[in-house]
């Protein structure tokens, strides 16, 4: 089983900037696509951001030109760095690693942006 151990969240300003960060470990297979998801009050969980473990990146329209997906893949660590947060940002974030052997997800940090 992969655990995923999330970092980074918290309360910003609007316009301001976090950086999320989240190590997977306990498999000796590095994860084949690693991203975010993030999901709402009262709305579904949607994809924010993934990359693949060969650099292929994936974003959705409302975050494209504000954030950017990177990744360690020596430390099987995925990065999340979200510039320019709007209100429309906050949201619980979730981690996930993917490979043919397992899927798994972290456990959610929260995002705050204040207006």
């Known amino acids: 089983q992969v655990q995923l151990v999330e970092s980074g969240g918290g309360l910003v300003q609007a316009g301001g900037s976090l950086r999320l960060s989240c190590a997977a470990s306990?498999?000796?297979?590095?994860?084949?696509?690693m991203g975010w998801y993030r999901q709402a009050p009262g709305k579904q969980r949607e994809l924010v951001a993934d990359?693949?473990?060969?650099?292929?990146?994936k974003y959705s329209d409302s975050v494209k030109g504000r954030f950017a997906i990177s990744r360690d893949n020596a430390k099987n660590t995925v990065y999340l760095q979200m510039n320019s947060l709007k209100p429309e940002d906050t949201a619980v974030y979730y981690c996930?690693?993917?490979?043919?052997?397992?899927?798994?997800w972290g456990q959610g940090t929260q995002v705050t942006v204040s207006s």
């Open positions: 996930y690693a993917d490979h043919p052997y397992y899927n798994s």
């Open positions: 306990g498999s000796t297979f590095s994860p084949r696509t």
């Open positions: 990359i693949s473990s060969g650099g292929s990146t």
